[in-house]
């Protein structure tokens, strides 16, 4: 079965700091991959996604995420945050013909001062 | 198009109530999806409509839950008989698909959380 894996449930980074958060999928075919953000009690906000091409992908906000096959990761990237970024994060697999998602159980990300 | 609209944003309800949740999606869109998010949790998949077709659901649609989406436009989440498992946050999304493309994303509303007492 489809899977997301987000292996970090919450990470602390100081404001100005690299962040990455990791999204490892366990998919059949070529995925649609996507990164979602959710402040509390919000809805969903699409960062970025990948269908094809290349595989180093840019969002909005800052980020990126790099799509590597031989890994099965679809990795979220951002050189500098900022205290605003604070929020849940969300990586999930789309099947061909888009029919749903599949989402990984979140990383919580805190900035600290 | 201010995106996609859900209503109410907060429900409380005594067990064994019924309620009905609505969303409004992106006008031009022909796809609308329901997902529901316990806490800590991811959303997952409930249901899903090509215009006014409801094509599948998840296995986490019990029989206590209807979706309708009649014209096409709206939609209406129906959960009878609620339980306290019920409580949660319901996510309406909507995305356009026109074949022969297969990749589209989707854009979500900001949810019903729906708490049973």
């Known amino acids: 079965a489809q899977s997301v894996t987000q292996p970090d449930i919450h990470i602390t980074v100081s404001e100005g700091a690299s962040l990455e958060l990791r999204c490892n999928y366990s998919y059949g075919a070529t995925p649609y991959l996507f990164w979602y953000v959710q402040s509390p009690g919000q809805g969903l906000q699409l960062l970025l996604k990948?269908?094809?091409?290349?595989?180093l992908v840019q969002g909005i906000k800052g980020f990126e995420a790099e799509f590597k096959r031989s890994q099965s990761s679809f990795n979220l990237r951002k050189p500098s945050v900022h205290w605003s970024d604070a929020a849940e994060y969300f990586c999930a697999v789309g099947y061909p013909g888009f029919q749903k998602l599949v989402f990984g159980t979140g990383t919580r990300l805190l900035v600290s001062p | 198009d201010t995106g996609v609209s859900q209503d109410p944003r907060h429900k409380i309800t005594k067990r064994g109530q019924n309620v009905t949740f609505r969303c409004d999606p992106i006008s031009e869109h022909n796809r609308l999806y329901w997902y529901r998010q316990t806490l800590g949790q991811g959303p997952e998949f409930l249901t899903y409509f090509q215009n006014e077709a409801q094509l599948e659901k998840s296995r986490l649609l019990s029989d206590r839950f209807s979706a309708e989406r009649p014209k096409g436009s709206f939609s209406t989440l129906e959960i009878q008989r609620t339980e306290q498992g019920d409580s949660a946050m319901y996510l309406c999304a909507s995305s356009l698909r026109t074949p022969p493309a297969t990749n589209t994303e989707a854009f979500f509303g900001q949810g019903t959380r729906l708490t049973v007492v």
């Open positions: 990948y269908f094809s091409g290349d595989t």
